[in-house]
């Protein structure tokens, strides 16, 4: 069974910090692995997808990269600001729609 | 863009209400949703596929005589919890997809709290 870890569960930073957040997962066998961000009592934005086959995607200020093999995934967020702050969820992607997700960062970033 | 509505995004209703939750596909076809149960402070769970046309498929562990899913046409899909209960007070979220490992497009959740 697939099992989805974030670390860590909540995080607090001032603004203008460069920041990591961490995702593993138990089964490498991912069709791919999805970043998304969300905001409270709200659904959710995908914000990063990466193919089981890339290592990296960026956008913008979030570059988001993958080790298969070690089960892996990072989220980096540059320059924070506090529009940033919100759940961050991880999730991997198994064949026939099998979708696992982590438990979520929660990021504060202060003004 | 891909733009999945969710309606209603709050409920609040007695013990023994149905209650019925819409997602809808805005501007593509999708031939999968998917319905999702969050707890507070916990991961999403996949609670069931729905393929247009055919009957949704269950995960272990919910009941399908109490989450009643149905996905009539490319555009919709409804979830139904039946004789709702105080336990069944959660957040809810749809996903759709135009198919098989292709990209989740969420709504924006459901609040529903029994009394």
């Known amino acids: 069974k697939q099992e989805v870890t974030q670390i860590p569960a909540a995080l607090s930073v001032p603004e203008g910090e460069n920041l990591v957040l961490n995702c593993s997962f138990t089964?490498?066998?991912?069709?791919?692995l999805q970043w998304f961000r969300q905001d409270p009592g709200k659904g959710l934005t995908s914000l990063l997808l990466?193919?089981?086959?890339?290592r990296e995607q960026t956008s913008g200020r979030l570059n988001a990269s993958l080790d298969k093999s070690s089960g892996r995934s990072t989220l980096y967020i540059a320059a924070s600001q506090p529009g940033d702050s919100a759940t961050y969820l991880c999730?991997?992607?198994?064949?026939?729609?099998?979708?696992?997700f982590g438990s979520g960062t929660k990021l504060n970033v202060k003004p | 863009g891909a733009v999945v509505s969710q309606h209603p995004s709050r409920v609040i209703c007695k013990s023994g209400t149905s209650v019925k939750i819409e997602c809808r596909s805005l501007?593509?076809?999708?031939?999968?949703m998917f319905w999702y149960r969050q707890f507070p402070k916990k991961s999403l769970m996949l609670m069931a596929t729905?393929?247009?046309?055919?009957?949704?498929?269950?995960e272990q562990g919910v009941e399908k005589d109490k989450f009643l899913i149905n996905h009539a046409s490319l555009t919709l899909s409804t979830l139904t919890v039946t004789s709702a209960h105080p336990e069944d007070s959660s957040f809810y979220i749809c996903?759709?997809?135009?198919?098989?490992?292709?990209?989740?497009?969420f709504g924006d959740g459901t609040r529903l709290s029994i009394l």
């Open positions: 729905s393929n247009e046309g055919s009957k949704a498929t269950y």
């Open positions: 990466i193919q089981s086959s890339q």
């Open positions: 501007d593509f076809q999708a031939t999968t």
């Open positions: 999730a991997v992607y198994l064949n026939f729609n099998k979708f696992y």
């Open positions: 996903s759709a997809s135009r198919g098989l490992n292709q990209p989740q497009h």
């Open positions: 089964d490498s066998a991912i069709y791919n």
